[in-house]
């Protein structure tokens, strides 16, 4: 068994007669980067303020290393939240030496804590200056130190690439690998899927206030819908319209994107591409995580609507 980091074990809420969270439950092991991805309302932010005690939870429990979360144990989390939570007109430097105070550290270490980590992100310079005075990319970046600066045992970051340039992502995700790699269990909801796919170790896609898959991005392209790209240079537009299980998503050129449904047989399709002519490709297409999340939200929104 991998040793316990930050358990979400079937945590509900409701607000009236709203269902924000439904026995959400899911695992972010030590060293693990976990993504947290769904649709705005999805119930991510209102499962990072659970797990920081921020609100409560109606059912369900949260633990870290076995046991339940406690007073001590918040002050070893490093959160980053969406909506930024700094003082506007106090100094950067200041600042960030007070909340690491307020985490328990000393004066000395304090300090020297925002040094290295001002350096770290590139806001060295601006240590003297007062957080509105900075970019909305520096603001991030001092709203990351915050959560960095008293040296968490948990990462929980909401959002923490909204607005970043380019070089600023690649200065945060080299941050959080390295975080991962020190034992830290890191979990950060975002919407650019393609960040989350390159750099977590597991995903989980949330849907009205419930996981609906969990898994590394291999675990879950391997269980999602079946695609086939077929080339084939002489094969009549529509030629695969009329197959059994097969939809056609589109043409580009001689090539042919098909996705087929459950218990569809992909050499009935194989078949007839051949009887068309020469098949210069027939290859599965891996979904891609964008892939997987459309296909939560669009499930979900049929179901509403059957409803």
């Known amino acids: ?66 046991s339940p979360i406690t007073h001590e144990t918040r002050r070893h989390i490093g959160y980053m939240p969406e909506e930024r939570g700094l003082y506007p007109k106090m100094k950067v430097g200041e600042q960030l030496t007070y909340l690491a105070r307020l985490h328990g550290m000393s004066a000395a270490d304090a300090k020297a804590s925002t040094e290295r980590w001002t350096e770290r992100l590139g806001v ?40 970043l340039d380019p070089v600023a992502v690649d200065v945060m995700s080299k941050v959080l690998k390295e975080k991962a790699a020190d034992g830290v269990p890191v979990v950060f909801s975002s919407h650019q899927l393609d960040l989350v796919e390159r750099l977590c170790d597991r995903i ?44 056609v998503l589109g043409r580009d050129g001689s090539v042919t994107e098909l996705e087929l449904a459950d218990g569809a047989d992909d050499q009935v399709v194989l078949r007839a591409a051949l009887a068309t002519g020469p098949v210069r490709e027939f290859a599965r297409k891996l979904p891609s995580l964008t892939d997987l999340f459309r296909t939560a939200v669009t499930e979900h929104h049929h179901e509403e609507a059957a409803a």
């Open 1 to 66: 068994m991998p040793e316990p980091g930050l358990e979400i074990d079937a945590v509900s809420k409701r607000y009236g007669t709203v269902v924000a969270l439904e026995k959400m439950t899911f695992d972010v092991r030590p060293g693990e980067l976990f993504g947290f991805v769904g649709s705005n309302g999805a119930g991510k932010t209102t499962t990072m303020r659970i797990a920081l005690g921020v609100l409560s939870a109606d059912a369900g429990e949260v633990r870290f290393a076995g």
């Open 124 to 163: 060295a310079a601006r240590r003297g200056d007062e957080v509105e005075k900075l970019s909305l990319g520096n603001q991030q970046r001092v709203q990351l130190a915050a959560a960095l600066v008293h040296e968490p045992r948990i990462l929980v970051l909401d959002e923490p690439f909204s607005g």
């Open 204 to 247: 989980g896609i949330v849907r009205s206030g419930r996981m609906e898959a969990m898994g590394t991005v291999s675990q879950l392209r391997a269980g999602g819908t079946v695609r086939l790209l077929v080339d084939a240079p002489q094969a009549a537009e529509g030629w695969a319209a009329n197959l059994p299980g097969v939809t």
